[in-house]
């Protein structure tokens, strides 16, 4: 039985034998072959073959207990103020690390307290964090600002912060890459993700590079991390002050780990791009309508980008010998579509409402 990420990679991770592990099973998520955007981007690249050349992969991690990757970090941060004999921790948040913290927290039996940018967090995140007992404070500013507050408290006084700038959230987040290597038998050629504060990609290159020195895996992917149009002081290279994309999980001007995505970035030869509002909206609805997969808009980041790359050429010029195994791209999809159950229902034609007739209802369907 799958016993968590701090069982199941405990020598990668900083925890002894006197650490009270705080789990919910989180992990273990499915890496689904995708086969529309497969085939999607293999036409891009290899426009004259039928089979597709490409592997689109999606690391499913809305499939976590608190329904983002967010749980991966969470596990270790918990343990490790457990560990220290802390009562209570903080975030700041656009809603996922609130509720993944939350639900922590009222595991191990301390307190949470969350700072949210005031209606910027969608209604499944903000009732996570609610239902699971965290003390909710809404600010009037945004991530920044309450991430910046939060800093200043916890440097003050005995409350853990658990945002990702917490060491150990990345060393629980990095076990995504060995999970992606574990399923895949070596690490992809790329691995497409949404970068918001810079955590995650952060984690997933260390992980990589980890597995790699333990001689588990025998390559390095190229990290391709995209952003939103209106919220990407990285691509742009300066914070921007006004943050604006309906991807609010990403919804951040200033990432704290800056520096460290760049570093993933430059070291693994890959790159830092933007995509729109509208190239998001159309990538969430064609994972939903075609592939199956229910994400929230952030998460669409990644294969938004993977298919503004395609269209760009960007994968043709990796393009393999005949003899080589397929390329193969992961995306993780890094939190669930019904956390904002309000963008799916605006995103499509509202149900028709009809007299309760067989006959109304036979036209309605238009088979
Ligand atoms: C679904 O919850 O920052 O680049 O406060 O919820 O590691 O920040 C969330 C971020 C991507 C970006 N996708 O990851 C928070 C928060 C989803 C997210 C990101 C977030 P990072």
């Given at each position: 039985m799958w016993k968590g990420i701090i069982e199941e990679y405990r020598k990668f991770l900083p925890v002894t034998d006197k650490t009270p592990v705080v789990s919910l099973c989180e992990g273990n998520t499915p890496l689904i072959c995708a086969q529309t955007l497969s085939k999607l981007v293999s036409d891009e690249v290899y426009p004259h073959t039928k089979k597709s050349s490409v592997g689109v992969y999606l690391k499913y991690e809305g499939l976590n207990p608190t329904a983002s990757f967010k749980d991966r970090g969470m596990t270790v941060a918990i343990s490790k103020a457990v560990e220290e004999g802390r009562k209570a921790v903080m975030c700041a948040s656009t809603g996922n690390t609130s509720a993944s913290a939350a639900a922590y927290a009222a595991r191990a039996g301390i307190k949470c307290v969350v700072l949210i940018p005031e209606g910027a967090i969608t209604l499944g995140k903000l009732s996570q964090a609610l239902i699971h007992g965290a003390k909710v404070i809404a600010i009037k500013g945004n991530f920044d600002d309450a991430l910046r507050i939060v800093r200043e408290i916890c440097e003050k006084h005995p409350i853990t912060l658990v945002n990702s700038i917490n060491p150990y959230r990345i060393e629980g987040q990095k076990t995504g890459s060995f999970e992606i290597c574990d399923s895949l038998g070596d690490a992809p050629d790329f691995h497409a993700i949404p970068v918001g504060n810079a955590g995650n990609i952060t984690a997933y290159w260390k992980g990589y590079k980890e597995y790699k020195?333990?001689?588990?895996?025998?390559?390095?992917?190229?990290?391709?991390?995209?952003?939103?149009?209106?919220?990407?002081?990285?691509?742009?290279?300066?914070?921007?002050?006004?943050?604006?994309?309906?991807?609010?999980?990403?919804?951040?001007?200033?990432?704290?780990?800056?520096?460290?995505?760049?570093?993933?970035?430059?070291?693994s030869g890959g790159l830092i791009d933007m995509v729109s509002d509208d190239e998001i909206l159309a990538a969430y609805k064609l994972l939903a309508s075609m592939d199956g997969?229910?994400?929230?808009?952030?998460?669409?980041?990644?294969?938004?980008?993977?298919?503004?790359?395609?269209?760009?050429?960007?994968?043709?010029?990796?393009?393999?010998?005949?003899?080589e195994q397929?390329?193969?791209?992961?995306?993780?999809?890094?939190?669930?579509?019904?956390?904002?159950?309000d963008r799916a229902i605006a995103s499509v034609d509202k149900p028709k409402v009809l007299e309760p007739n067989v006959d109304l209802v036979l036209k309605e369907m238009g088979l």
């Open positions: 020195a333990a001689n588990i895996s025998k390559r390095l992917p190229k990290m391709l991390g995209f952003q939103a149009e209106g919220a990407a002081p990285i691509v742009l290279g300066h914070p921007v002050k006004e943050p604006r994309t309906i991807a609010t999980a990403i919804k951040i001007g200033n990432p704290a780990s800056w520096k460290q995505a760049e570093a993933a970035r430059d070291e997969i229910f994400v929230e808009p952030a998460s669409a980041a990644s294969v938004a980008g993977i298919l503004k790359l395609a269209k760009k050429g960007f994968f043709n010029v990796r393009r393999q010998k005949p003899d397929r390329m193969r791209i992961v995306c993780v999809l890094t939190g669930h579509g019904l956390k904002d159950p």
